[in-house]
């Protein structure tokens, strides 16, 4: 079947872009002599982690206990959770998961690591921890450098925690107007961490993994002497966003929304697909996706189930009932609205894939 047969709104996925994006970025990894350890809340599909893993992918990342479990069910069994993880409920899961599976947790105070540390613990085990560190994001993360270093001499003492490495995530990126803006943040991210990674090692503390990753930093982060991982996740589809930050082309989207006009007037269209299909997020140029070969076209507005296009510009138009193809502004947050995509090479379709992990927010 044709892909512009299927019913619309439909969430499409074209298997030879992303395969392409997976061997690019393991090539990434593979020359600058790292693991990759891809996030895969971009896709929360355990079929996509294993083709990530055969091209070379050492372990996966996800940001929820539930992503890890679905991950898990689905035969991943190297899972780092870059998540603080809180209270009873997940400490339970965590124990039980880690029965199962070689997972690995991050945080970044002396209160989470003694509650994971007590529940393991308890049980006879020991959880694989990272510390993250803050390097621009603002989020989660000690100061790196020497807030890195106090947190982990706390913790080192810690019976049910085994020490891996420090990780970060300069998602600060993402608001850097030049690629030279980029490089920098990169250059950054991979320099604070090694040098805070020394820092530690002069306590006699052994810091085996240095990890970073951004989709648009990795390539620059990758490349600094000491980095032993990097952890990506948008660059398996890319997006609107990662063309305007410079990591990747339009050619290399490999998500798009398949959408039909249902309305047509002199100064608009109204497409099928509206914020429960696209997500309310804007891209860095205020629009909420591209329209595929319709470079006159503006999707300004957004409602639940409508897309209110502009026509900016001269050019062909479609017409009602034609079918068009949006590159969403962020790929992860569209994998988590959808229960399926559709799956197609040299535009048929070859299959529909449960997102199994999506709604995972627990
Ligand atoms: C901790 C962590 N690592 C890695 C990533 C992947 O970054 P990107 O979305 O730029 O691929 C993210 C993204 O949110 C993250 O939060």
Redesign the pocket.
């Known amino acids: 079947m044709h892909k512009f047969d299927l019913d619309t709104p439909a969430l499409v996925i074209d298997w030879d872009i992303m395969q392409r994006n997976i061997c690019a970025m393991q090539q990434v990894a593979d020359d600058a002599g790292v693991k990759l350890r891809p ?1 895969t ?1 971009t896709h929360k599909t355990p079929l996509i982690s294993h083709l990530q893993m055969r091209a070379g992918a050492k372990g996966i ?1 996800v ?1 929820k206990l539930g992503e890890a479990e679905v991950m898990n069910a689905g035969g991943v069994d190297d899972i780092l959770i ?1 998540f603080p993880l809180q209270g009873a409920p997940k400490m339970e899961r965590l124990l039980y998961l880690a029965e199962r599976a070689n997972v690995r947790v991050s945080l970044d105070s002396r209160q989470v690591a003694q509650d994971i540390s007590d529940a393991a613990h308890a049980r006879g085990a020991k959880i694989g921890m990272y510390v993250e560190v803050d390097v621009g994001l603002g989020r989660v993360g000690t100061m790196h450098h020497e807030g890195a270093r106090d947190l982990v001499r706390e913790i080192v003492e810690l019976p049910g925690v085994e020490f891996l490495g420090i990780m970060t ?1 300069a ?1 600060h990126t993402y608001k850097a107007k030049s690629l030279e803006e980029i490089r920098q943040i990169g250059k950054e991210e991979g320099e604070w961490m090694v040098e805070t990674a020394e820092l530690i090692r002069a306590d006699g503390i052994e810091v085996r993994e240095v990890s970073v ?4 930093t990795a390539r620059f982060s990758a490349n600094v002497k000491g980095v032993t991982e990097i ?5 398996v589809f890319y997006d609107t966003t990662q063309v305007l930050k410079y990591a990747c082309s339009w050619d290399d989207c490999a998500q798009t929304i398949l959408a039909t006009v249902v309305a047509k007037h002199p100064d608009r269209l109204i497409f099928d697909a509206g914020s429960k299909t696209l997500s309310s997020d804007a891209a860095p140029n205020g629009l909420f996706g591209t329209v595929k070969n319709f470079p006159n076209l503006e999707i300004w507005r957004l409602n639940e189930e409508h897309a209110t296009v502009r026509i900016a510009g001269e050019g062909p138009l479609p017409n009602i009932g034609d079918k068009v193809e949006i590159i969403p502004n962020h790929a ?1 947050a569209v994998m988590n609205l959808h229960d399926s995509f559709v799956a197609v090479s040299q535009d048929q379709v070859i299959g529909e894939f449960e997102i199994q992990a999506r709604g995972k927010i627990r």
């Open positions: 996030h809340k990342t940001a870059a995530h998602g990753g951004s989709t648009p952890r990506p996740g948008t660059y992860c």
